[in-house]
């Protein structure tokens, strides 16, 4: 069986995440193809040390260069804060690797458009993380749309929803300034996750309208002192679709304080003939409408029907790591030239396409006004 030598990057939840799926690689029934990591990255040493629990590691360092000059290496996962997305990136793709790369895809639109072209002059195949769409809901909610049988499109509302952020004493990271999380914030953090299936079913909006709000602007900076908590909390961002010849609303919701919600992905799509709405808060929960004399929202209970096959029954219920482990597979069978009719990962214009809707949403949000994307 071939094996494809991985290296991560950022060995932080992320990095750690995806070990963990590749620890039970052998759980996929039938895949053709293994996946071994091999290198880690991190400037933590308490992080390096975690992954001597991976018996496959065999190369632990602090400079991402050294594990970009091991041989060994065939494909890179990183996940780093995203001011330096576009330097790692890039110097992945020029080392000879190919790239998982983590959301937003660099830390604003001219960085995504800078790795999207340096990818497709090397010729690295390279794919974006977004994990959700893998769970058997969504995959069920792709498959009513592309069936056709929803009829003409009313509506269609996709978001992501935590309350990370709802603790005002909650300490300063990253992910919570400018500089390091980017101008876009709430979306640079949860807007890819939002965009992958609406994009992918060909809903590029041609317009937006933004409203994004900023309630916490100073947090404890973790040292006794307060420091300026300056990016978008929560962005709602009302877009306009043109499935067939008339627009379409499409509402996207990015937000880090929403009450009660912990890690809530959702997709709803409305049509004239019929409706299908799936919430990560109801994991084993599909909802489908349909009408004859009265209307009804049925109720199916979901098992574990994954894109790739494990050796999990049936009527078992999946959940994020599964979902990082199908999203893997489905990074590698791409690869590797077998995805065959399989949802796919987000491609580097997908992503591009999304940061250019968080620029213009930007645009939207200092004009007061709607913002055409034609074009962009
Ligand atoms: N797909 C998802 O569901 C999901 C969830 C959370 C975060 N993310 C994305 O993953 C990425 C990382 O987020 P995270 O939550 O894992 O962050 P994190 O802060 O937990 O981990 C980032 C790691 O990068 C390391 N790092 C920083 N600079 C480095 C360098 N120069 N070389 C090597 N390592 C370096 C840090 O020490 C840290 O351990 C971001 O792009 C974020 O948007 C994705």
Redesign the pocket.
Known sequence: MKTIKLGI?????????VASALGRWFALDEYPVQVELVAV????EE?LDWFRKVPTVRQRT???TELLANAEVDVVY?????D??ER?YLDVLRAGKDLL????FGIDLRAAEAIRDEAARLGRFVRC????PFLPGPQRVVEAVRSGKLGDLLGIRAGFLHSSDIDPRKPI???RQVKS?GETGVM??LGI?VTHVPFRLGWKPESVFAQLVNIVRERPDGNGGVAACDTWDNAILHTAVRPGDQPVPMTLETKRIAPGETNTWYIEVAGMEGAVRYSTKEPKTLWTFRRDGEQWWQKTDLGFQTPFRTISGGIFEPG?PDA?MQ?LAAFVAEREGFLGGRFGCVTPDEAVASQALFAAALESHRTGGVVTLAGR
């Open positions: 990057i950022g060995g932080g939840l992320m990095g750690r995440e990255c991190d400037l933590k992080l602090r400079d991402h990183v996940a780093v804060p995203h330096l997305h790692i790369a983590e959301k937003p993380s977004s994990e959700f990271n990253w992910k999380c640079a953090d996750h994020f990082i999203m």
